[in-house]
């Protein structure tokens, strides 16, 4: 019983302390938030590039945060994928970064084959940069303007392809 009463109050030490780091109200940390500039980092991407977000500065920036094993994540990629492939928001040079955080170069590949996706997708293994995207869920978005200024934040998942739109032409207003 002792044992057991242990664990409890180890556990609600250890969910108190997480729910201190994610919940603390310093904006002056570095913390992501629109209008701010978003921060600059470096990725490998699944073809072996290095992708800085800084060097895209010029174009829009669709910047997806999600893992394979997030049924959440998987559901919104072909919505993605759509725009993606729209001619006007090709026009206006929209790149999509996604960011896998934490699977194996070899897992991020086969679902982005075995799904028919096409899009930049960027390998945080050790989610680094989730961190300094303040990502404590996934999937989370956002939207970076041509001046690398932060628009927009979606956190969740898209539940269609309008929903992406919206998203998108709002950051844009």
């Known amino acids: ?27 002056g940390g570095g913390v992501p938030v629109p209008g701010n500039p978003a921060p600059d980092f470096q990725l490998q991407s699944l073809d072996g590039q290095t992708i800085s977000l800084g060097e895209l500065r010029g174009r829009p920036v669709l910047l997806n945060f999600w893992a394979t ?31 896998n955080l934490g699977d194996p170069a070899s897992v991020a590949r086969e679902f982005m084959e075995d799904n028919g996706l096409t899009f930049t997708v960027l390998l945080d293994s050790e989610g ?12 989370m978005t956002y939207f970076v303007d041509n001046d690398g200024i932060i628009r927009n934040i979606k956190r969740g998942a898209f539940t269609n392809r309008s929903d992406i739109d919206r998203f998108l032409m709002k950051a844009e207003s």
């Open 1 to 27: 019983m002792v044992r057991l009463i242990k664990m409890a109050v180890a556990f609600f030490l250890l969910i108190v302390v997480l729910a201190m780091a994610g919940c603390s109200g310093d904006s």
């Open 69 to 99: 094993w997030c049924g959440p994540c998987r559901y919104e990629m072909p919505f993605l994928q759509e725009v993606s492939e729209d001619e006007l928001w090709r026009g206006q040079g929209l790149v999509i970064l996604a960011v």
């Open 128 to 139: 680094k940069v989730g961190m300094l995207y303040n990502t404590q869920y996934i999937p």
